[in-house]
């Protein structure tokens, strides 16, 4: 019997449900079209009812295509570290027959890479490289739900010749793909140092929550997120922002309502910058902003339409984790042309490129 196409119940339902990509905005709305409110509204508050009342097919259809849409959207982080001014290029620094599966390998792990994925230059510059790779997925217990699925990611290393840094760009779509992208850049920053690129010393730099001040965090997302004015992405508005009191610090008047209240806020709307949260400076010391979603239009040669771009600093949230890194995803891509057939994942590749170099720009104007 395919376990697949059976409902889960007990506590195979409980497993599904506390997978980290099933998130608490798809349980609420399940409770709620039922007529259910909680009192605390988290999701430990939604699991236990779930697992005694069971969930329908169309629910379990639901949650399953939240959870493959989440899972498949790329992520991308930034990291750099700065180089020697040699001669030598990135791609003889990486070794022939460069194993990425001995690397990679882990003890008991539920995935492994596909094929032997290597480095290849971008329009053949040697300073310009990218490897990418496929991982597939997979669950020794036999899980009800569990079944082969693929994902994909990306390591990208751009040497900088002016400022002689190296910037390390990873996409991933699961966690799994985080983890391999991870272990890759930091085998491939271990050769760096092996060739001379790097010193020994050198530590690599992430774009991290703890890296801003309460008030330059603000600047930062802000304009990352709304300085995007060229022909090929323009800002167009900002539908959410996210953000916590802080605190160590005594709230202002006008927000000391959320003393000992509020431990995160959310707000979804239209022009959400123009906010008295964003424009009272005053207050943005007192404000831990760890958010921001926006709307553009994008314009390129064979394709155009509009997208939503999350800026996000998700493990600050989830676990109060102030050395959270920020993740940057496009949450959606409408087309309005589409000479060529680009998809949809390909497009959002294309976008979060778009972002990178701004991105390091701000990153080391704001950053204390």
Known sequence: MNKKYLLPFGDSLREFLNDSGVVKSDLRGLIRRRGIFVSVEEKSSYIPILVRTGITP?????????????????????????????DV??????????????????????????????????DNDPNNIELDFSVERYDYTQSWNKNTTQF????????????????????????????????????VIGLLKKSGHVKSEEKVKKIRFSDFTNEKRIKFLQELSQKQINNELYFKDTKDIGF????????????????????????????????????????????????????????????????????????????????????????????????IGISQSKMKEVLLSQLESSKLALYKKHSE
């Open 58 to 86: 169309s629910e379990l259809i639901e949650l399953n295509e939240n959870l493959k849409v989440r899972e498949a959207n790329p992520k991308r982080q930034t990291q750099s570290i700065k180089c020697e001014a040699v």
């Open 89 to 122: 290029n990135l791609i003889d620094a990486i070794p022939l027959g460069y194993n990425v599966n001995q690397i990679t390998k882990k003890e008991f792990a539920n995935y492994k890479v596909l094929g032997n994925p290597s480095f290849k230059t971008i």
């Open 152 to 187: 994909s990611g990306k390591v990208k290393l751009k040497k900088d010749g002016d400022a002689l840094d190296i910037n390390i760009s990873l996409s991933h779509t699961s966690d799994e793909t985080k983890e391999v992208a991870n272990k890759i850049a930091s085998d």
């Open 244 to 339: 916590s009191p802080d605190t160590s610090l005594e709230l202002p008047e006008e927000i000391s309502w959320m003393q000992e209240k509020v431990s995160n806020l959310e707000i979804q709307g239209k022009e959400l910058h123009s906010t008295f949260f964003i424009k009272n400076r005053r207050l943005h010391k007192n404000i831990q902003m760890h958010r921001i979603e926006a709307s553009y239009t994008f314009d390129f040669i064979n394709y155009s339409g509009t997208c939503v771009i999350s800026f996000e600093f998700p493990e600050f949230v989830a676990k109060q984790d102030k050395s959270a890194e920020l993740i940057i995803r496009v949450n959606s891509v409408r087309f309005k042309e589409n000479k």
